[in-house]
């Protein structure tokens, strides 16, 4: 991932920082010492919203 020179948006220092994409879309930034809270966020973000996403395809294949 590419670097860039900006505000890490869980600490909200100026810093270099690196783009991390969520499912919907949504992009965050983080700094190296953000890094892992920052993963954990998105990698839990993201289970939650392909659970709800499977939920959904499973209702309407009920009906």
């Known amino acids: 991932m590419q670097k860039k020179f900006a505000t890490c948006d869980w600490c909200k220092k100026a810093t ?3 783009p991390l ?3 919907d879309g949504y992009t965050n930034y ?3 010492s953000c890094k892992q809270i920052a993963l954990f966020d998105v990698k839990c973000f993201n289970n939650e ?4 996403q499977k939920n959904k395809l499973l209702q309407k294949s009920a009906l």
């Open 49 to 52: 919203e392909l659970t709800m």
């Open 30 to 32: 983080c700094c190296d």
């Open 16 to 18: 270099f920082v690196q």
């Open 21 to 23: 994409t969520y499912l």
